[in-house]
């Protein structure tokens, strides 16, 4: 008998007592290889003599990419009724909770034959996604691992990267967090910050696959040829400058005064401030950002996205002789390298928690 598991079946399955109970417990996925061992002598039959186990081969087959492949219970115990609403319900469980399952396979359908002394199933399985994409699925766990993945999808200006995350309990907005930090991470490629659309598979669970499509409003080549001259003007700056010796912070943040003109509403991009010659805090920031990172030797300093008097602004902090120091290069004076009380006093708010502590020395 032929069972079609798609929308309609899932809706089915969910009204039933049996199926409510599977698919609100709690599992852990095992790796088939050694839980499903092959049929002696029919490789391509596999053997299962539990629920799980059965999973497990699903799971097997779906992770090699596999359309089809022959499912064989062990026992006579049970009949062809009891072996059908089994397959029909790790099937859904498959789809609707494994992470593969639910991103890769469109349904599965199988066919149920009666062998002596058993059944043997016969599964065919429909994908929604190509093998390539199941192949650049990455494995990501924990956020430093996450924000990593997304800083190179974005540095590469990539439409798509897919996440196997383990231990995630998130949301699409931490997702977007993270993705906006790894952009301001990298200030030559922080050329066109790209609208996100993130799916979760399944939605909820430690164990998720997170797909994340980016559009960007330029081509990839216009962005690719700008990343290409960004970099080569903030060497040429920092040549011309003669930046060198001590104090190269304080030359860095005069070149980038005599370079950029702060404007409220201007370009927000290093390529904005260093060659147009006009940006926002953000542009100022990453511009800083960026010849910081390519002088010799390479100075630490990082964006901090917060808020002035309640209002969205970026700066930067960079460690200093005396410890870690805000520096604002919207800002006019001398006194640029502040700290996190001065900062405050001055009506600036940030996430303390991803920031590194900026106090005054007697402080430390």
Request: aromatic content about 6%.
């Amino acid at each position: 008998m032929k069972r079609w598991l798609c929308g309609a079946l899932a809706a089915l399955m969910a009204l039933t007592t049996g199926c409510s109970a599977i698919l609100n417990r709690d599992y852990t996925s095992v790796t088939p290889h050694s839980a499903t061992p092959q049929a002696d002598g029919e490789s391509n039959t596999i053997r299962v003599g539990s629920y799980q186990e059965l999973v497990n081969a699903l799971i097997y087959l779906i992770g090699r990419g596999t359309e089809g492949g022959a499912i064989r219970f062990d026992g006579g115990d049970s009949d062809e009724t009891a072996i059908q609403q089994m397959l029909d319900e790790a099937c859904l469980e498959v789809v609707q909770e494994d992470p593969l399952g639910a991103y890769a396979v469109e349904y599965i359908k199988y066919s149920v034959t009666p062998i002596v002394g058993s059944y043997e199933a016969n599964v065919q399985i429909t994908y929604r996604r190509t093998r390539e994409q199941v192949a650049a699925i990455v494995d990501a766990t924990g956020t430093a691992a996450i924000r990593s993945e997304l800083s190179e999808a974005l540095s590469e200006f990539s439409s798509e990267v897919v996440l196997r995350i383990s231990y995630f309990e998130e949301d699409s907005e931490y997702i977007r967090q993270l993705m906006r930090e790894a952009y301001l991470s990298n200030p030559a490629s922080a050329l066109d910050f790209p609208d996100a659309q993130i799916t979760m598979y399944p939605e909820t669970g430690q164990r998720r696959i997170v797909e994340v499509l980016l559009t960007y409003h330029q081509s990839r080549q216009t962005l690719e040829s700008r990343r290409n001259s960004l970099q080569r003007e903030a060497d040429r700056l920092l040549t011309q400058a003669g930046v060198q010796g001590e104090d190269v912070l304080s030359q860095l943040v005069r070149l980038v005064r005599q370079t950029c003109s702060y404007q409220e509403g201007g370009g927000s991009t290093a390529y904005d401030a260093l060659l147009e010659g006009t940006a926002d805090s953000q542009g100022m920031a990453l511009a800083l950002a960026l010849l910081c990172q390519r002088s010799q030797p390479v100075l630490s300093c990082t964006v901090v996205d917060g808020q002035l008097n309640g209002v969205s602004h970026l700066w930067n902090v960079v460690q200093t002789a005396g410890g870690y120091r805000h520096v604002d290069l919207t800002q006019p004076g001398e006194h640029v390298f502040r700290t996190d009380q001065e900062m405050a006093a001055a009506g600036y708010t940030w996430d303390s928690e991803r920031v590194p502590v900026c106090a005054a020395e007697e402080e430390t």
